[in-house]
């Protein structure tokens, strides 16, 4: 189905007869679906479709674990409660939205449960506004361990508002941070966004700086491997740009979409 071969609605099927379903490694897989949607045409044409789909395909197993850890449940809840919390946010479930945003702003006297506090943040730093983007921003520059300061970049990854990711990018051409975590964050947001979009658009324009982007960022070849679009022009601008700056790239290929897909 990702790549092309059979039709989504076969999967989609699938994944609605789950049912009752517990195991981790399934919800891993199908919490996953909705962030790659939004890099798929065929899906990110109707994603407001798409997303209410995922909130009632999602909700009736959220409902089963909840917010909070229960008395006597399976070890791996707290992993397939954090799954559900983060899709959920992603596809726009309002009162995921709401308590995500509520947790946050107590965190002063109500610490994160650490079990979900990445999904928490992913969900808040999507839908940030400035004072929220701050709020992670200082998160991210006052860390000591190194978990958090991961967790605070991951959150920020998630900005969708342009005058905050606008914000974010002119932070990526200054050395404050490494240049492999600049890579990465201004490739991940232009892949989660959708390179196509204002956003999106921002993003890759600041990996591809002429004075300061890929170039000079010489990013680790684990991150090489991971970039890729789906948008043809994006896609061959890319192999362009690492064929250029990237010594040795591991592999490098465009890959021609199934006869008859989308």
Same mark, same amino acid.
């Given at each position: 189905?990702?790549a092309? #071969?059979?039709?989504a609605?076969?999967?989609?099927?699938?994944?609605?007869?789950?049912?009752?379903?517990?195991d981790r490694?399934?919800?891993d897989?199908?919490?996953?679906?909705p962030?790659?949607?939004? #890099?798929?045409?065929?899906f990110?044409?109707?994603?407001?479709?798409?997303?209410?789909?995922?909130?009632?395909l999602?909700?009736?197993?959220?409902?089963?674990?909840?917010?909070?850890?229960?008395?006597?449940?399976p070890?791996?809840?707290?992993l397939?409660? %954090?799954?559900?919390?983060?899709?959920?946010?992603?596809?726009?479930?309002?009162?995921?939205v709401?308590?995500?945003?509520?947790?946050?702003?107590?965190?002063?006297? $109500?610490?994160?449960?650490?079990?979900?506090r990445?999904a928490v943040?992913?969900?808040?730093?999507?839908?940030?506004?400035?004072?929220t983007?701050?709020?992670?921003?200082q #998160?991210?520059?006052?860390?000591?361990d190194?978990?958090? $300061?991961?967790?605070?970049?991951?959150?920020?990854?998630?900005?969708?508002?342009?005058?905050?990711?606008?914000?974010?990018?002119?932070?990526?051409?200054?050395d404050?941070?490494?240049?492999? /975590?600049?890579?990465s964050?201004?490739?991940?947001?232009?892949?989660?966004?959708?390179?196509?979009?204002?956003?999106?658009s921002?993003?890759?324009?600041t990996?591809?700086h002429?004075?300061?982007?890929?170039?000079?960022?010489?990013?680790?070849?684990s991150? #090489? *491997?991971r970039?890729?679009?789906?948008?043809?022009? *994006?896609?061959?601008e890319?192999?362009?740009? /690492?064929?250029?700056?990237?010594?040795?790239?591991p592999?490098i290929?465009? %890959? $021609?979409?199934?006869?008859?897909?989308?």
């Open positions: 189905m990702q092309g #071969r059979v039709d609605t076969r999967y989609l099927a699938l994944v609605e007869n789950l049912g009752a379903e517990t490694t399934i919800w897989h199908v919490t996953g679906f962030a790659l949607s939004e #890099r798929l045409d065929r990110a044409r109707r994603q407001a479709v798409f997303d209410r789909y995922v909130v009632r999602l909700d009736t197993p959220f409902a089963s674990v909840g917010w909070d850890a229960r008395p006597g449940e070890a791996d809840a707290a397939v409660r %954090r799954s559900l919390i983060e899709a959920l946010g992603r596809a726009g479930h309002e009162a995921v709401r308590e995500a945003q509520s947790r946050f702003a107590a965190r002063a006297h $109500k610490p994160i449960d650490p079990a979900i990445p943040l992913n969900v808040v730093g999507r839908y940030a506004d400035e004072a983007f701050e709020a992670l921003l #998160r991210m520059r006052s860390a000591i190194m978990t958090d $300061k991961w967790e605070a970049q991951a959150a920020l990854r998630q900005v969708r508002d342009p005058s905050l990711l606008r914000r974010l990018m002119g932070l990526m051409l200054t404050e941070l490494p240049p492999a /975590t600049r890579f964050i201004s490739l991940t947001s232009a892949m989660t966004t959708g390179v196509s979009s204002l956003a999106g921002s993003c890759w324009n990996f591809r002429p004075g300061q982007g890929v170039a000079g960022w010489t990013p680790s070849r991150a #090489r *491997r970039l890729g679009f789906n948008d043809a022009a *994006r896609a061959d890319l192999i362009a740009l /690492t064929r250029l700056h990237l010594d040795a790239p592999c290929r465009r %890959r $021609k979409p199934p006869t008859g897909s989308a």
